[in-house]
């Protein structure tokens, strides 16, 4: 899986998961943070150590979970 289809997977479960439809509807911290997700992913994918892509995605769907609660605080 190359880093376009990482970021196209991890941006299609958040789809489901907060009714994000695109890019533009996340805050820029979001989206650097899914964009480094990605990179990370692709690198550990790419090395010969077992790598467990569900509990990472679970892992980047609960930061993300975790980073809107604390962006949404912020603008209360």
Sequence with gaps: MDQDQS?????????????VSSEQDNPKEINAF?????????HLMSTDNEFNVRLFDEA?????????????????
């Design 34 to 42: 899914l964009h480094h997700a990605s990179q990370e992913k692709e």
């Design 60 to 76: 980047v769907d609960m930061t993300v979970h975790r980073l809107r609660s604390m962006l949404v605080e912020d603008v209360l």
């Design 7 to 19: 970021e196209k997977s991890i941006k299609e479960t958040l789809a489901t998961l907060y009714g």
